[in-house]
């Protein structure tokens, strides 16, 4: 017998098409550049304010004037990768949506389904194969984005992360692998249950603008600008009646709320006295929302038509 | 008698209330070449999909090599190649990879061997490393063709093979099919319109007409009740909506 899992083969092929494709290539590139910007910029403001106080700690003491401890030290050095979670939640959702568009979409389009479907394995094989893909290439990016910011954080000047921080830092990884997974396999779902290519895009990508900008909305008063600053997003809800009850109500699904509040508690940089105004934490909310997305993905996969050679025009 | 190789019963398929197969019962017996012949929207294509697991029957059942289509899928796709009318590939890559994938999907011990294999069985070694998307229509019915027989299974459906063929190209696969049933005792379901390949190549026949089966016989049977070829179409003719109106036109 032959010695790849018919899984494993699905996987590694899809994994291997959707990394030659210029527009998947292009949004992960651009958002690998946008989180070494993001550490770029962290670590250019901390080296400053550390070279200035170090040139005045200096010149003070000198002086025989007391010397007021470092302001580099008194704020998380975690908070310097706030912006990164801005861009897990926009140019990281929609390249993993574009992710998960496209590892249906090549068979689709290919016309290769029924040549697939005469195949003695399982229809959950299939689906089990595109997932592990999706996810796979979500990890990929994940890694860059972290050995970028473990890297920015051992090149900085006066700062140590301790134990417990670097862990903060891994469940910040973690928790964007798992919101940029929940986009992804939406685009999975959606380009296995559309019959034509462009509402498999954009019925996903209307969800992420829906989850980013207008349940925020709903849910805290936020206006779309204010949705894409890291500090701004986590502003108090008006204490309202209305907003008392959507926020319990549409808290628990309202994906980019949980990511945000989930990075800002991670990060150190949830203001005090601020939650969530979900039910349920955001960290659960990021956890229940992605299996969802992925029974969704599943159930998608697993009754798609394999007669169908294409999308219908 | 030759054990059944195919075996159906009462097959029926129905979208959103039109009845596209209309309990279509027959048995094809191991060995043969069978030309399923039909009109443009009689089930032809329904019927291929069903016995070939990728559509699920409304009622009915059916056996191939023993194993209902239903309820023992995988051993029916263990037992089974299958030739779409057009055979689309992953364009990026060459034939040999294209090739390699699916004979890995399938479970083929030492893959790489056996594609080499089919690849010269099929008179094609020449194509292996080039890419498929410049390919032409024939080029890629032999890669469809390698693509079905990779696992050797032991029946073969072709959906409309000769479609879009010059004649080299017919002539080319009328060949394939004799010798992969002749030398390898495949047996081979066609799905076809052209009356001229049915009475070169197949030992039986059956004709589909909105739905239904309206004839079914050994080419035998057929021939020496009908003579040759000219009163083979006139029976196909006479036995589909469109033929009996060309008839009266």
Known sequence: MSDFSPNWLIASQSARFVLRERTVALLAVLFVVLVLISAWLGWQATSTVNQIYLQAAAFLAAAGQPVPSNPVLEISPLALMRNMSVYVALIGALAAIVIGNRLVSIDRKAGVLPLIGIRPLHRSAYADGKIAALLGLVLGLIAVAALMAVTTLLLLPALRLTGAQWLQLAGFMAISALYMACFGLIGLAAAAWAKSETVGLLLPVTLWLTASFILPQLTANLNPTAAINPISALAAAPDTGFFHLSGALLGPLSVADAYKFASANLLDYLPQGLSSPSVISPVASLILLTLAAGGLAWRALTRMAMTQGEFDV | ?249
């Open chain 2, 1 to 249: 008698m030759p054990d059944p190789m195919i075996t159906i019963d009462r097959l029926t398929q129905v979208f959103d209330g039109f009845t596209a197969l209309d309990a279509l019962s027959m048995t094809i017996e191991a060995g043969e070449v069978f030309g399923f012949l039909g009109h443009n929207g009689a089930g032809k294509t329904t019927t291929l999909q069903m016995l070939t697991t990728l559509a699920r029957p409304s009622s009915g059942s059916a056996t191939i090599a023993g194993h209902d289509i239903c309820t023992d899928a995988l051993a029916v796709r263990r037992s089974i190649g299958y030739v779409p009318e057009n055979v689309r590939l992953y364009d990026t890559m060459t034939a040999a990879e294209n090739l390699l994938f699916f004979a890995r999907l399938s479970g083929v011990d030492k893959p790489k061997a056996r594609v080499a294999e089919v690849l010269e069985l099929l008179d094609c070694a020449a194509l292996a490393s080039a890419r498929v998307a410049g390919f032409s229509k024939g080029m890629r019915q032999r890669i469809g063709l390698a693509q079905a027989i990779l696992h050797q299974p032991k029946v073969l459906f072709l959906d409309e093979p000769s479609s879009g063929l010059d004649p080299m190209g017919i002539k080319m696969l009328r060949d394939v099919i004799t010798r992969l049933n002749r030398d390898f005792g495949m047996t081979i379901f066609m799905n076809t319109h052209l009356i001229s390949e049915i009475a070169k190549t197949c030992t039986s026949i059956a004709v589909l007409s909105h739905g239904k089966l309206v004839y079914h016989d050994r080419i035998e049977a057929v021939t020496a009740r009908y003579g040759d070829e000219a009163a083979l179409e006139a029976l196909y003719l006479s036995l589909t909506p469109q033929g009996r109106l060309a008839q009266v036109a």
